[in-house]
């Protein structure tokens, strides 16, 4: 593997922003399908937070497919749902996009933790990250299955070997928390002025 697992995904955020700074829906989607061979190397312990992302992933390249030039910008996806106050459904391309990015703001807390806490075990970075992102936004049954899930996390030290391929995996982290962060913050100011942001899971 040339350079780390991250290294497909840093090519990728270099590119999700128009030049006049807009950010672009296929690139966006592309940035964030890169970040599931990561998660696959979680095993079990990340397997329904990997459905969760893949799922999201295909509902809005789907929508991003029935127009691409009309959909070309990532808020364009949602905007017709905004307007037609249908954005708040649960198969609707807005809530899809609002779990996709929350998903990776625990992704990024995740990553950010194994490179700020060198001396946590994995389950307890994961946890952690869990408790800062998406577990204010679920419910009592999502919480416990998680709980579940991250008994099954991977050895730390292992997890970070087979990410690292032949590159410098710390490095890589540190870009991608860096770089991608920025992007998630930004979709949240749109979503929140859109009055989407504080959506629960039922």
């Known amino acids: 593997m040339e350079g780390t697992v991250f290294t497909p995904a840093l090519e990728g955020i270099q590119h999700v922003k128009s030049e006049a700074g807009e950010i672009l829906t296929k690139p966006f989607l592309e940035a964030c399908k890169h970040i599931l061979p990561v998660i696959d190397k979680f095993g079990a312990a990340m397997a329904l937070v990997k459905t969760d992302i893949g799922g999201n992933i295909t509902r809005l390249e789907t929508k991003y497919s029935s127009n691409p030039a009309g959909f070309n910008y990532l808020y364009n996806l949602v905007k017709p749902e905004i307007e037609t106050k249908t954005a708040k459904g649960s198969s609707s391309c807005t809530n899809g996009l609002l779990w996709l990015t929350r998903a990776m703001d625990f992704l990024v807390e995740l990553f950010r933790n194994l490179l700020e806490h060198q001396d946590w075990a994995m389950s307890r970075a994961c946890t952690e990250a869990y408790g800062k992102t998406l577990k204010k936004w679920h419910g ?41 962060s920025p992007l998630l913050q930004e979709i949240h100011k749109f979503l929140a002025s859109v009055g989407m942001d504080d959506l629960k899971a039922s």
Request: include cysteine; glycine fraction near 4%; hydrophobic fraction near 45%.
């Open 140 to 180: 009592w049954l999502a919480s416990s299955s998680f709980s579940v899930a991250m008994k099954l996390a991977p050895d730390r030290k292992k997890f970070m070997e087979v990410i690292s391929g032949n590159g410098n995996v710390e490095a890589d982290i540190e870009k991608f928390c860096t770089n991608f």
